[in-house]
């Protein structure tokens, strides 16, 4: 197998504000260390030629390791590693952070130790170089201990879940989602599947709460004797691959004269009860008012009676709710009239209530931890604990994920349809064979982060308030991941995400608790502006052992940018508005355009921000990028406070462009409003975008740009105290050093360096 060599990330290597004339330098020294993990495994079942597959990956990274941070005032910090032959046991050669030593022109008065061992009582501490039992091991830390200048120690000490021993890193005791499931009886990593009415065997790849908290941290004990505890659960979430009607539906009771007509909603929403909802919509003109139905549930035998329930005309329209723990499965839902209220009925009706098997499996456990409580113990005084409850209003489960894995597909065998000169035949049925692969054809996360969103989270505090706060957020369910044309065929087209839309804060509810009752205290409402971009694709590729390229369905990759639009905080309590924040965006460039504060006070404030576009000054693709990166600051920031009709600036910052050419104007230089009180407007919108400076007001020259080079880089920048040229990399794109010139012979050279050169 051939080597692949390519640099996958950059080091810093100093820092330097104008600004405050501040450099700080850092170094590093260079290691390499090795690390193998399984790839994927993959059988095509009835292929002449078994091509079944396992692929590990070994993998060499050079890398960086940071041993000193420098700062002009003479402070240092350094940090040590392990020494000589000692490496780190679960990572062949690198070593661990043992200290981190701050000081001051040479006096030592900060120092941090980091203690550490490789847990499930497992004693030792280092490693030789040439240990190659790697894979079983994992670092953990056990203390930090912090040593100031007045010669105190304080010990922050770490305990974690060990009730469960974690497995080598290659092991095939793994969940869908990457966990450890305990179930060390695998041999592949396959999933058992069924296809056809056949089954195959394979791995189990459930997940197991217990087995997945293996290592997670548990406690904090700090120096004080306080401590802070970690408790867990498993994820959970709706399944969101069952269709709603399956799970709740409409009942029309049949067997009923025409005139009346009667409602149930049956609700699964956890799996040890249901909870009915029953209710009368209307009364049989042609019955007695004072006729009694009574409504009850039994087995399918009649055997045994879950609940029953009578109803009247003064029932109609309420809503009466049930809790059933049975069994689920076969019921009878009956009525009959009761026989001690005046009815005429010649017979009783039923209708029967089949359980979906899909309802038990509507609220799912998924890989992955979430917190369910966290104790902090202040030694004196009272424990605080915080409690999460991850539900929806009527206590089912917040949580949803938008798709499960997806471990087999159907293999085209392409060579079937070439003919002698190796041409695609046309109109040939090509032949499918059916894969099976131990990675998910439909990715589970695109993050890296945890598969499942919560639509709402409670978070209930027992502190002096012993309140709540409620926490509402966007999921999977309203922006689900999308496939592009299905995904059975073959190659399998990559999956639009929609993560960027997820888990943005919808709302926030602040309660207090008065007497066991929580009450609304106050209120945080957010609007986004979601900007979709599209990028269209055409996917190809070569057939083996043909010259013609050949091409699949389009597909297209999906993204975009999310931006808070409004926030608004409304005080409950005392039915006052707190703070109502509103934000404007530029449609092309999504630049922040305004921002306004309104107060419950009655004052505004409002912030402007002007870009070159506002003063008609042409934007060139190279501004346009650096807009785009926040590069270009506005031409114009404007803060302003607004009552009684009364404007008053407070601060801004101009930006004064100078024409190029007939197509293009560059920055030159910055103004600062010179000013110790606001200045009061009669309108706060007279600016002139002609005259970018205000006549009226006094500026001071805070930098010039003194020179661009042919990309419009600027490259000569000079402040009060200063001049910096910068220099940017082959793409112009990206600053990638500098030089400052603060006097005649001081030169320094700053910037990013990558790889090794």
């Avoid at 392409?414 to 190796?422: E, I």
């Avoid at 004052?603 to 002007?610: A, D």
């Avoid at 990309?711 to 990638?736: A, G, H, M, Q, Y």
Wanted: net charge negative; with cysteine; hydrophobic share 30%.
């Amino acid at each position: 197998m051939p080597d692949y060599h390519y640099t996958s990330s950059w080091y810093l290597s100093n820092i330097y504000s104008p600004y405050f004339n501040d450099t700080i330098t850092f170094e590093y020294e260079e290691y390499t260390t090795t690390y193998e993990s399984f790839g994927s495994e993959t059988n095509i079942h009835g292929h002449p030629s078994n091509p079944n597959s396992v692929i590990r990956h070994q993998k060499e990274t050079i890398g960086k390791r940071l041993t000193k941070t420098q700062f002009i005032n003479g402070v240092e910090i350094k940090y040590m590693y392990e020494q000589g032959e000692a490496y780190r046991c679960d990572l062949i050669g690198d070593k661990a952070l043992e200290e981190i030593v701050v000081t001051s022109n040479g006096d030592n008065f900060f120092s941090c130790e980091f203690n550490f061992d490789y847990g499930f009582d497992r004693e030792f501490k280092y490693c030789s170089s040439s240990d190659d039992n790697d894979l079983d091991k994992r670092l953990f830390l056990n203390s930090v201990i912090i040593n100031s200048d007045s010669k105190n120690k304080d010990i922050y000490r770490f305990e974690y879940y060990k009730d469960r021993v974690l497995p080598s890193r290659n092991s095939k005791a793994i969940d869908h989602w990457g966990y450890y499931n305990g179930i060390t009886q695998n041999t592949t990593l396959i999933p058992e599947m069924t296809s056809n009415s056949i089954v195959y065997d394979g791995a189990n790849r459930n997940s197991s709460f217990e087995h997945t908290r293996a290592g997670s941290i548990k406690k904090i004990n700090y120096p004080t004797g306080g401590s802070t505890e970690y408790i867990y659960e498993q994820n959970e979430c709706f399944d969101l691959r069952i269709p709603r009607d399956q799970i709740q539906k409409s009942l029309h009771l049949s067997g009923l004269e025409p005139s009346r007509s009667h409602s149930i909603d049956i609700i699964r929403f956890d799996r040890s009860y249901t909870k009915f909802k029953m209710k009368m919509v209307d009364f049989p003109n042609d019955i007695d008012n004072s006729c009694r139905f009574i409504f009850k549930l039994t087995n399918a035998d009649g055997s045994i009676e879950h609940f029953r329930r009578t109803f009247s005309i003064d029932d109609i329209g309420i809503e009466n709710v049930i809790l059933f723990d049975g069994t689920p499965g076969q019921c009878v839902l009956s009525w009959e009239p009761d026989n001690e209220s005046i009815c005429q009925f010649e017979e009783p009706f039923t209708f029967i209530v089949q359980w979906q098997n899909e309802i038990e499996k509507k609220v799912t456990s998924v890989g992955g931890l979430r917190l369910k409580e966290i104790i902090k113990d202040p030694i004196v005084g009272s424990k605080l604990v915080k409690k999460f409850y991850y539900i929806m209003e009527d206590s089912t489960s917040s949580g949803r994920i938008s798709h499960f894995p997806k471990y087999d597909y159907y293999f085209p065998d392409w060579t079937s349809c070439l003919d002698a000169n190796g041409h695609v035949i046309e109109e040939c049925n090509i032949f499918y064979y059916y894969a099976r692969t131990s990675i998910s054809t439909i990715p589970l996360t695109h993050t890296k982060g945890n598969v499942v969103g919560y639509k709402r989270v409670v978070e209930m505090n027992n502190d002096i308030e012993n309140g709540a706060n409620i926490y509402h957020y966007t999921s999977p369910e309203e922006y689900s991941d999308m496939t592009n044309g299905g995904s059975n065929g073959y190659p399998l087209p990559p999956l639009i995400s929609n993560e960027w839309l997820r888990g943005r804060l919808l709302k926030k509810e602040v309660y207090k608790n008065h007497h066991g009752e929580l009450f609304l205290l106050q209120k945080s409402i957010n609007t986004y502006i979601d900007r979709l971009s599209i990028i269209d694709t055409i996917a190809g590729f070569k057939i083996s052992k043909s010259i013609d390229n050949y091409d699949v369905t389009p597909y297209y990759y999906a993204s975009g940018v999310s931006q808070v639009l409004s926030t608004t905080r409304t005080d409950i309590e005392n039915d006052t508005l707190v703070n109502h924040k509103s934000f404007e965006y530029d449609e092309n460039l999504l630049l922040l355009k305004a921002k306004t504060d309104y107060y419950s006070n009655g004052i505004m404030s409002k912030s402007f921000y002007r870009f070159p576009h506002d003063f008609n000054l042409s934007l060139n693709p190279e501004l346009e990028i650096l807009s785009r990166k926040n590069i270009i600051k506005p031409i114009s920031i404007e803060n302003w406070n607004i009552k009684n009709d009364k404007n008053h600036l407070l601060d801004a910052v101009v930006t004064k462009y100078q024409k190029i050419n007939d197509s293009i104007s560059l920055p030159n230089m910055v103004y600062k409003i010179i000013t110790d009180k606001p200045i009061e407007f009669n309108n706060i919108e007279n600016f002139d975008p002609d005259n970018i400076l205000r006549t009226d007001i006094e500026y001071i020259k805070t930098k010039e740009i003194e020179a661009y080079d042919e990309f419009n880089n600027p490259i000569l920048i000079k402040s009060l105290s200063e001049r910096v040229t910068l220099v940017w990399d082959e793409t112009n794109l990206n600053i990638i050093g500098a030089v400052k010139n603060a006097l005649p012979q001081d030169v320094t050279y700053f910037g990013f360096e990558k790889g090794d050169k």
